[in-house]
């Protein structure tokens, strides 16, 4: 009955073809709320750890606080991004989880002794294209099965359950962590206490394993849009080529700038490198969603702002106050 109602749309008399959707609206829509939802789940479980950590260390890490999303400016984010992801292509969001991937593992070989802030800050940035990644997987896991819409309302309602789960315990911490930890009578607080260390490498796991099953998501569904293995090759080389010079700038800037700045202007980067190709090598669909994709990445990142702040090491006031002892001796 779905599929008889959507087909009486007049989509191919009003829409162009390349602002139409891979699936119809109803899975598309489910499709971004399970990701949507799993990025919320991210985000709230990261800032219970940071939150944690502060607590158990008795003292801050950097000059900024943490806060939690207040509840309009929440929901707010949350539907521009379900919007978001509900209207990026299956083909863009490979892309985006395959140059997250390279840039990840070239970022961790090159990150030395600071690979613990750095595993922190890659969780942060991820946050887009954690929601790129559910989405294709879903794409790829469901494509062809009969009852598709069904498979993905039971996992956008486990996945809505679960995003709110994390959010109520990011708000139970942050109100109430500081007294139940040291009156020692709240089990949820007493269990982040003893055992609040295993939080983020569980978040990493997660992470690894959701990335590795999108990996293999993406490659198959870019291949699709190949007729031979000529094409492929030709789209493949430079896409790897621009991609591994892209990361090595990037992994240049990130040093000499700020963190939450150095994100911001690689993102730009990343984004508009994938564009450029896309104009040689793909189709006036990518373009339009990697031009959505802009917008998914300011929605996820400008929000973490506080993250990425904290998470910075403060090397600019450190050679500050060397300044004035040099010049004294």
């Known amino acids: ?113 600071e690979s613990g802030k750095f595993l922190q800050q890659l969780l942060v940035q991820s946050q887009f294209s954690l929601g790129c990644a559910l989405t294709c997987s879903l794409h790829f896991l469901h494509e062809g099965a009969s009852q598709r819409w069904l498979c993905l309302l039971l996992a956008a309602a486990l996945s809505w359950f679960l995003a709110r789960q994390a959010t109520n315990l990011l708000h139970h911490v942050t109100a109430l962590y500081n007294l139940h930890s040291s009156q020692r009578y709240c089990g949820i607080c007493i269990s982040l206490l003893t055992s609040g260390s295993c939080l983020l490498p569980m978040l990493c796991r997660t992470i690894i394993i959701t990335f590795s099953v999108a990996v293999l998501a993406a490659v198959s569904i870019i291949n699709q849009h190949f007729l031979s293995a000529t094409e492929a090759l030709r789209f493949w ?21 700020p963190s939450s700045q150095a994100v911001l202007n690689t993102v730009v980067v990343r984004l508009g490198g994938l564009m450029v190709l896309m104009l040689t090598v793909g189709r006036w669909a990518d373009v339009f969603h990697i031009l959505i994709c802009f917008l998914g990445e300011a929605s996820c990142l400008i929000p973490a702002k506080d993250l990425l702040d904290s998470l910075s090491p403060p090397k600019t006031k450190q050679s500050n106050d060397r300044f004035p002892q040099e010049i004294n001796k």
């Not at 939690?68 to 509900?86: A, E, I, R, S, W």
């Not at 080389?237 to 700038?257: A, F």
Request: overall charge neutral; proline content about 4%; charged content about 10%.
């Open 237 to 257: 080389t430079p896409l790897t080529i621009c991609y591994t010079l892209l990361v090595v700038y990037m992994q240049e800037e990130q040093h000499r700038l």
């Open 1 to 113: 009955m779905l599929s008889f109602i959507t087909s009486l749309l007049p989509t191919s008399y009003f829409i162009p073809g390349w602002l139409t959707l891979d699936i119809n609206p109803l899975e598309s829509l489910l499709q971004g709320l399970v990701a949507a939802c799993g990025i919320s789940v991210l985000c709230s479980l990261l800032r219970v750890h940071l939150l944690n950590a502060e607590g158990t260390s008795n003292q801050k890490t950097s000059g900024h606080q943490i806060r939690t999303k207040p509840g309009f400016t929440g929901l707010l984010q949350f539907l521009c991004v379900t919007g978001v992801l509900c209207l990026v292509g299956s083909r863009v969001a490979s892309l985006v989880v395959l140059e997250f991937c390279l840039r990840a593992v070239s970022g961790l070989v090159t990150a030395g002794p």
